[in-house]
């Protein structure tokens, strides 16, 4: 039954759909535009705290500076020699002001361009005279250094630059970084606060999605008007869903008791009352046909409850093969690793794979051939097994490609001369999106139908 088998799964010419790909959360978002408005606002707020601030501090430091050299261009004015020596001293060890001669050698270095130091600048030659020099650096010496003259001599008055306010780079950069963490904290509170109703919205809807009803109650006291309402309605519809999922479960068991009944006794008065040999295989065949088309019925409408665990690919399908192990009109090839494993319930998984096979085995033959070929093989991907089966047979037309998997529907006369329900492709398809995979059909480039089944490996 089993062959080695030499085909690749790159054969194909359409390859499984892939996964949607993960968006950014909503708790990102709303972290990332929380933060951009707090910390723009924390740098508008500084730049005009700072553009106010410092007309004001120019003014108050060129005062202040004034009235310095003011006091010592007085006191050394009208002192005497010997007073003079005592006062300049006094000034270098008390205030940390120098005074010293001015040369016509001296090289100095203005204050500065920017905004504060020209507008110091702009004060002290109002209040001093246009004459009067403000330097940073004289002769390489750093510093606050205002030229002046008593009489025709000229003098220089040096004080620490921090007269004109300290440095505050360092001490903006700091109370900038404290505010930005603060508010980066504060915009992660505010969207995990947004987020979390809507992240137990999510959870409860794909717990409901799995068929657990019991995970879909949520808080219908929550302290938020709109909160509270979507809670509220998305209560009333999992309880109505919960009732008519028990609604239909108890009808589909009725439907399927009350026509499965009558089907025995068909059955049973056929092989006791028909005579014809032929006539009762013929009606019997027929009674098998509507019972396995119940069958098809129930799995189809079979709630999607999958138990997950960790299974071997090849037992999967080495336990298919032995179900249809009767039909001599199927020669099926497996290429499969027996350490291959994957994560899927045992149960559904074998019955989707069952499914392909049969509907392989009826639309799969090859013109003229007696038989349906089917090679199946596998590989993994990063985290995903991809098991592919290819038939023989004549392929289908792409425009009917995705309508194959619809409830009901047969595509055309190459394929559909069987009398089946029309839901085993349907059937495999729910099945292997339960498993949290994907299933899709795609024509291959050397003929023939391949079924692409993607599922997370174990």
Do not use: C
């Amino acid at each position: 039954m089993s062959k080695p088998h030499q085909s690749s799964l790159e054969n194909s010419s359409a390859p499984l759909d892939a996964l949607p790909t993960p968006g950014i959360s909503l708790f990102w978002r709303t972290f990332f535009f929380l933060a951009v408005l707090l910390l723009v606002s924390i740098v508008t707020w500084l730049q005009t705290f700072s553009s106010l601030e410092s007309e004001p501090r120019a003014i108050q430091n060129a005062q202040q500076i004034a009235s310095l050299v003011n006091l010592s261009h007085a006191g050394l004015r009208y002192a005497d020699a010997i007073a003079r020596v005592s006062l300049i001293k006094t000034l270098a060890e008390q205030e940390g002001v120098s005074i010293s001669h001015r040369k016509p050698s001296d090289r100095y270095v203005p204050l500065g361009s920017d905004p504060l130091s020209q507008r110091i600048s702009e004060e002290l030659y109002k209040r001093m005279g246009s004459s009067t020099l403000v330097a940073k650096s004289v002769n390489g010496q750093p510093g606050l250094w205002v030229g002046f003259h008593i009489d025709e001599e000229g003098y220089w008055l040096q004080t620490d630059l921090e007269r004109i306010g300290p440095a505050r780079t360092s001490t903006w950069a700091i109370w900038l970084s404290t505010a930005a963490v603060l508010s980066l904290a504060g915009a992660a509170f505010i969207a995990g606060l947004i987020n979390r109703p809507l992240k137990q919205l999510s959870y409860a809807t794909s717990r409901m999605r799995e068929g657990d009803f019991d995970a879909r109650l949520l808080d219908e006291q929550a302290t938020t008007s709109e909160i509270r309402e979507v809670n509220i309605g998305f209560n009333r519809m999992a309880e109505q869903l919960s009732k008519m999922e028990t609604d239909r479960a108890v009808m589909m068991a009725g439907i399927s008791h009350d026509l499965r009944t009558p089907l025995a006794r068909l059955r049973l008065e056929t092989e006791m009352s028909v005579s014809d040999e032929s006539a009762r295989a013929h009606m019997a065949a027929d009674i098998s046909q509507l019972d396995a088309i119940i069958n098809k019925f129930m799995d189809y409408a079979r709630p999607d409850q999958t138990q997950l665990e960790t299974v071997h690919l090849n037992e999967i399908v080495e336990a298919a093969l032995y179900t249809i192990a009767d039909n001599k009109d199927l020669d099926v090839n497996v290429k499969i690793s027996p350490e291959l494993t994957v994560k899927a319930d045992k149960v559904e998984l074998l019955r989707a794979i069952t499914n392909l096979l049969e509907n392989a085995r009826r639309y799969g033959k090859s013109p003229g051939a007696s038989f349906a070929k089917v090679d199946i093989e596998a590989k993994t991907s990063g985290q995903w097994v991809h098991l592919k089966m290819l038939d023989h047979g004549a392929g289908v037309p792409e425009d009917s490609l995705r309508k194959l998997t619809r409830p009901f529907y047969r595509g055309d006369t190459a394929r559909t001369s069987a009398t089946g329900a029309g839901l085993g492709l349907a059937i495999v398809e729910k099945t292997i999106a339960s498993m949290g995979g994907v299933f899709s059909l795609a024509n291959a480039d050397t003929g023939g139908l391949a079924a692409h089944i993607k599922l997370r490996q174990g």
